[in-house]
């Protein structure tokens, strides 16, 4: 199998408290529509979210012009913000730049041609042959799956070693006049930063003797995907002129409900297990609702998702490096006994859900 080698997640500096944001963004956000102001602090309130850090300081939102200032941004801060994730997971790791073998990149709040790894080759010394995959376009469920999909890859390279970076910077997303209840929700709920996880096949691993009982790192045992019928319009982008108009339909919770249970009872019994074998969940904090579903879904104890909730109420919803940073608060805490299984899972765009089997 293949191996988490290092977790490590970074967030740009400006943090605002929750109450501070709405302020700020309410007159952007409503546009002529000011007295729909009690409606956008009673959904940021109830999203949950206590602080969020931004990748331009507040002040800045109002001077962005259109997509072409907002995309630049993208590229400037969310260059820093890889440059930090990936230097520091290596870091952790014990591996160097030139150590890396493949580099999997994926956003959906920005593009970029050449592609953010691309740019990160002569800033920390990757490889000129080293393989390259940018991603776009699996949003939030995109850290559980590049973390399968690299583990794919690692089965048949097990003698390597691979990064999966996610840099998202939601806020330079925002729309201006944009009163649709998906942008009032989304306003309040997603935030910026990046996360950078190495994996190791598993000659490698052994070689670094990295072994999970001693290191409480994991190995990743197997995953599956799922898309959902007739679900393109639930989550996702409306592209155009003016940059990515959020599409965010009220019945995702409803879709988890009906859904994830059978997926994850499914996945599970393909390997003789069941939910009660699954000591430690990493769950994407997809939002209140999406949290509540889940717990309801799967049956799960109050505690079982406190994790994610933390992240989510320190940070909000970090699109696809949120479920990464829930795993690296997971590894710093020491929750997962030696041994013991857990359960990576997220949910995106398509609609679709990625789950991942990790062990101990």
Request: aromatic share 4%; net charge negative.
């Amino acid at each position: 199998m293949s191996r988490i080698a290092a977790v490590r997640g970074v967030l740009p500096p400006h943090r605002h408290p929750q109450a501070e944001i709405t302020a700020t963004i309410g007159d952007l956000v409503l546009g002529a529509e000011a007295h729909r102001r009690p409606v956008l602090e009673r959904l940021h309130t109830s999203a949950r979210v206590h602080h969020r850090h931004l990748a331009l300081p507040l002040a800045a939102y109002a001077g962005l012009d259109g997509f072409t200032a907002a995309n630049d941004a993208f590229i400037d801060v969310g260059l820093a913000l890889a440059q930090r994730a990936v230097t520091g997971a290596l870091a952790d790791a014990g591996l160097g730049a030139a150590d890396v073998d493949l580099v999997m990149t994926t956003s959906v709040t920005g593009v970029a041609a050449p592609s953010l790894e691309a740019r990160l080759v002569p800033l920390v010394g990757l490889r000129p042959d080293v393989k390259r995959i940018p991603i776009f376009g699996l949003g939030c469920v995109a850290g559980a799956a590049g973390v399968a999909r690299i583990h794919d890859y690692l089965l048949g390279h097990p003698d390597e070693v691979a990064v999966l970076l996610s840099v998202e910077l939601c806020s330079l997303t925002l729309q201006r006049s944009d009163t649709s209840m998906a942008n009032l929700v989304a306003s309040g709920l997603f935030g910026d930063g990046a996360a950078a996880v190495v994996l190791v096949g598993a000659r490698r691993a052994a070689a670094l003797e990295l072994d999970a009982l001693d290191s409480g790192l994991p190995e990743v045992l197997d995953s599956r995907s799922r898309l959902y019928p007739d679900t393109e319009r639930v989550m996702g982008w409306d592209v155009g002129t003016g940059g990515f108009r959020i599409v965010l339909d009220a019945t995702v919770p409803d879709l988890v409900e009906k859904y994830l249970r059978d997926d994850v009872d499914g996945f599970l019994a393909s390997r003789s297990l069941t939910l009660a074998d699954i000591g430690t969940f990493v769950a994407h904090p997809g939002g209140p609702k999406v949290l509540q579903a889940m717990t309801r879904a799967m049956d799960l104890p109050a505690d079982a998702l406190s994790v994610t909730w933390d992240c989510l109420a320190e940070a909000g919803n970090l699109s696809s490096a949120s479920v990464l940073h829930v795993l690296e608060r997971t590894l710093s805490t020491g929750r997962a006994a030696p041994g013991s299984l857990g359960l990576m899972l997220a949910m995106g765009p398509g609609f679709c859900a990625e789950l991942v089997l990790l062990r101990w």
